[in-house]
């Protein structure tokens, strides 16, 4: 312990703000520095040696910054003990390693002692009751009153919630069965994607499932019964749709006249013909759609 440099007391704080330490109770025992530079570096002293039966160890060295500026700071630095055994306790001298601008020295600080008590029990008088249930104190109308505005809040508010929720879709339904149906009927043909499809066994179950859905759309889009109609009667009931282009009413007629002669007459489309088909209904699905919507901003326009 070259340089040695004296600088005081230590401290010994309680956790516990009391009259006096008892046994189990908490203190920090360390040292406190004003005013050091930047850079400074430190070496602890081990006090290991403090972890036993009376006297524990609970905690290592811990550094606070207490404050800083930019060339020095104040710092705070301690261990935690905590007693276990009644009697007195001489903690040992704090010696700290100082390393400042590559010159060496050792700072003392002066040890701490003190006195661990137990609480006093009189065993001439001292009688042990059995522990008392929890008291229970009657509810108030100011503890009540708060929650009964807020349920009948809450209850007030879902009902307004649901009451617009059914006021809009009354005045929206029309607008969603058409969304809806466009989207079902593009759903329901994505099923038929694939090479696998077109298989000359599976081509059968390939134009009818197109078709089908072609059907429901078109019932859903065009209030036709279609489900139930042949193919011919399908068709001249399509005539009548002056939104339908004689292109999109020339090739959706063609691919139920190949579905036809698939499903009845055992024809066997080639893979080139077959791909066609799924493309071919989902451009009438979403030219129809187009239609519908130009119609709409038509409409909202005038």
Known sequence: MLNLVPRGQAFLEPRQQRDSILIADQLEYGFKLDSVELGTQFGF?????????????????????LSQTKTHFNMKASVLIAPFEEGNYHLPDIAVARLRKGVLDTLLFEAQSFEAKTMPVDTA?????????QMKYPITFDEVWPWCVGVLAF????????????????????ETVKESSYIVALRGLDKFRGEKHWAPEKQKAYYSGITDVLKNYIDDRYSIDAPEMTSAELFDALKSENSLTP????????LFETADFVKFAKLTTSPEEASKALPLAVKFVMDTYQLELEEEQKEDVL
Request: charged share 25%.
């Open 155 to 174: 209850a007030g508010l879902v009902f307004m919630i649901v009451w617009l929720i059914v006021r809009r879709g009354s005045k929206e339904t029309t």
């Open 247 to 254: 292109e999109l009413y020339n090739e959706l007629k063609a």
């Open 45 to 65: 002293q081990d006090f290991s040696s403090l972890d036993g039966d009376t006297l524990a160890l609970v905690r290592s060295w811990a550094i606070d910054t």
């Open 125 to 133: 008088t001292f009688e042990v009751y059995p522990i008392k249930d």
